[in-house]
C-alpha cells in the first residue's frame, strides 16, 4: 500500500540569484541554475511512480505549488510553469521547510524526505534553518541539502546546511554544473530506493519457511 512508500516534498529555491547562468551543460554551453534544477527535477519525479510527491517553492516566503500526489504528470506541468525572480526576492530556508513538514507530518508513511535545493543564506522568514530541522527530526523527517552554484558570486551558508541534513539523517551536497546535479538526484534515488526493496524481501523472507512447510504436507 501507499503507505510504505516513500512521502517526499521537493523545496526548490526561487530567488533571483537562481536566474545566474553558471551551470555548465557542456565545454560550450551554460544555463542559469533554476533551468537545471527543473531539468533535473523533472528526471527525478518521472524515476519515483510509487511516491507521493509534493513540491514547495521559495523565496522571501514559501508558496505550495504542489500538495502530496500520485499523479506526477500534474505535477510535473506545475514544475514547468516556475521560474526564479518572479515572486518577492529573498531566501527563506527555515520558512520552507517548516511548511513542507506540516505537509508531511501527519501521513503515515514509513519514510518522510525534505530534498531542500538551494543557492543562498537564509535571510527571511521567522523560523531558524537550523530550528526546522529540530522539528524535521521530531517528526522523523530526514533533509536532503543541496548548495547549487558558484559561491565566488554570492555569499552561502554550507555549515547550516551541512547541520539541517546531519540533525535529521540525511546528506549534504555541492552541485556546480548540470553533471554533478544529476549525479546527486541519482544518488539520493538509489539510496531512498533500495530500503523499499529491501523492506520487501524482508517480509518475503519471514513468510518463506510456512510456504515450504505446506509443501512438505503435501508431498
Not at 520552507?96 to 537564509?122: C, E, F, P, Q
Not at 531558524?128 to 522539528?135: N, T
Amino acid at each position: 500500500s501507499q503507505s510504505n512508500g516513500i512521502d517526499m516534498i521537493l523545496a526548490l529555491d526561487l530567488s533571483s540569484s537562481m536566474q545566474i547562468p553558471d551551470f555548465a551543460v557542456n565545454q560550450m554551453q551554460r544555463v542559469s541554475r533554476i533551468h537545471a534544477a527543473k531539468a533535473v527535477l523533472s528526471e527525478f519525479i518521472q524515476q519515483r511512480e510509487q511516491d507521493r510527491i509534493g513540491l514547495v517553492a521559495f523565496a522571501r516566503y514559501p508558496y505550495l505549488v504542489s500538495p502530496l500526489t500520485l499523479n506526477h504528470a500534474w505535477l510535473l506541468k506545475n514544475l514547468d510553469r516556475l521560474n526564479a525572480g518572479l515572486i518577492e526576492d529573498g531566501t527563506a530556508i527555515g520558512s520552507a521547510i517548516t511548511m513542507s513538514i506540516n505537509r508531511l507530518k501527519d501521513l503515515k508513511a514509513k519514510t518522510r524526505l525534505i530534498i531542500l535545493l538551494t543557492d543562498g543564506v537564509n535571510n527571511y522568514g521567522n523560523v531558524a534553518p537550523l530550528l526546522a530541522a529540530d522539528i524535521a527530526k521530531s517528526f522523523q523527517t530526514k533533509i536532503y541539502t543541496i548548495m547549487v552554484g558558484n559561491d565566488q558570486v554570492f555569499p552561502v551558508d554550507e555549515q547550516t546546511l551541512v547541520q539541517m541534513a546531519e540533525k535529521t539523517g540525511g546528506l549534504f551536497y555541492r552541485a556546480y554544473d548540470v553533471h554533478s546535479l544529476k549525479a546527486i538526484y541519482k544518488e539520493i534515488n538509489q539510496l531512498e530506493k533500495s530500503k523499499i526493496v529491501l523492506e520487501g524481501f524482508k517480509t518475503y523472507n519471514e513468510f518463506f519457511p510456512w510456504f515450504l512447510l505446506l509443501a512438505l504436507i503435501f508431498l
